[in-house]
């Protein structure tokens, strides 16, 4: 079993920028992909970013390409995902996840395991 337990939102302005953190507890969590998701009011959860169990692999949605990055420090059993040149359509509770699959996922079907959520606001 797999707990995340996330930190790092917040109100942020226009251009700024906000790292989201995902502590993992359980024997597996170096060898999960872990993913971001977001979920804006009204509107489905949707794909942020993912990546492997070393970084080499990684996805992003098209969205944020080039202005978010996923990593993680299996050492410390946390990933991040790091968001710069924030806009207010970025605007949303962020959720981390980690799956079981042996690839990288960008479905939220393929995540067995989601942390509580944390709300990220910009404003313009």
């Known amino acids: 079993q797999v707990r995340l337990v996330q930190s790092g939102g917040g109100l942020v302005q226009d251009e700024d920028s906000l790292t989201l953190s995902c502590v993992a507890s359980?024997?597996?969590?170096?060898?999960?992909?872990m993913g971001w998701f977001r979920q804006a009011p009204g509107k489905d959860r949707e794909f942020v970013a993912a990546?492997?169990?070393?970084?080499?692999?990684?996805f992003y949605a098209t969205s944020v390409k080039g202005r978010f990055t996923i990593s993680r420090d299996n050492a410390k059993n946390t990933a991040y995902l790091q968001m710069n040149s924030l806009k207010p359509g970025d605007t949303a509770v962020y959720y981390c996840a980690a799956s079981k699959a042996p690839w990288v996922p960008t479905s939220r079907y393929e995540y067995a395991y989601w942390g509580q959520g944390t709300q990220v606001t910009v404003s313009s």
């Open positions: 990546g492997n169990w070393n970084g080499d692999n990684t």
């Open positions: 359980g024997p597996t969590f170096s060898k999960n992909p």
